[in-house]
T-cell receptor
Framework: AQSVTQLDSQVPVFEEAPVELRCNYS??????LFWYVQYPNQGLQLLLK??????LVKGINGFEAEFNKSQTSFHLRKPSVHISDTAEYFC?????????????FGAGTTVTVRA | NAGVTQTPKFQVLKTGQSMTLQCAQD?????MYWYRQDPGMGLRLIYY???????DKGEVPNGYNVSRLNKREFSLRLESAAPSQTSVYFC??????????????FGPGTRLTVT
């Protein structure tokens, strides 16, 4: 199974400041990469995904992520955060080699946006 | 569409009691998954079902059983609950074709406490 490391467990940030959430995965073979967001007391919602093609991926709510194959990283960024971005963010990896596309998740990064 | 629904939303059990968590999806998805979410550990796969009539173990299957009742429903059963099974349980589903082939869609979760 893939191993996913989210390097920061908590990220406090002021409103309108930029934020970067770091994600590294274990495998050097082709993978599919995802970022999910979980707002308080809710399920997970897909923010963006990388399957192939351009290494810069744009998602919902102004988020984007950059795939770096040589560094096995998929970091998430937003240039200016809002209070409503307070949530937990999960990086996930799927191995396209199998048929089941099971996801391996990182431990999560809690983003707290302050006014 | 309701998407992925889960019942109950909350449950408190005593050690040794049994219960079944219900999950249903109305998106005509073939694959369904059960995860547990624990603080600092992200989501871990308990069981999954690639199609109606098939189930397979995930990363943490011990103490659980599943039933894929039909294409829509995938239930998770705890035969003899233990405090270590206190967690938030998420059900997810995934299509087998189309533009969102690799995306999993999550339910709102069931928060289970075992005392």
């Amino acid at each position: 199974a893939q191993s996913v490391t989210q390097l920061d467990s908590q990220v406090p940030v002021f409103e309108e400041a930029p934020v970067e959430l770091r994600c590294n995965y274990s495998s050097s073979v082709s993978v599919y990469l995802f970022w999910y967001v979980q707002y308080p007391n809710q399920g997970l919602q897909l923010l963006l995904k990388y399957l192939s093609g351009s290494t810069l991926v744009k998602g919902i709510n102004g988020f984007e992520a950059e795939f770096n194959k040589s560094q096995t990283s998929f970091h998430l960024r937003k240039p200016s955060v809002h209070i409503s971005d307070t949530a937990e963010y999960f990086c996930a990896v799927s191995d396209p080699g199998g048929n089941d596309y099971k996801l391996s998740f990182g431990a999560g990064t809690t983003v707290t946006v302050r006014a | 569409n309701a998407g992925v629904t889960q019942t109950p939303k909350f449950q408190v059990l005593k050690t040794g009691q049994s219960m079944t968590l219900q999950c249903a999806q109305d998106m005509n998805h073939n694959s369904m998954y059960w995860y547990r979410q624990d603080p600092g550990m992200g989501l871990r796969l308990i069981y999954y079902s690639a199609s109606e009539g098939t189930t397979d173990k995930g990363e943490v299957p011990n103490g659980y059983n599943v039933s894929r009742l039909n294409k829509r429903e995938f239930s998770l059963r705890l035969e003899s609950a233990a405090p270590s099974q206190t967690s938030v349980y998420f059900c997810a589903s995934r299509p087998r074709s189309g533009g969102t082939l690799y995306e999993q869609y999550f339910g709102p979760g069931t928060r289970l406490t075992v005392t």
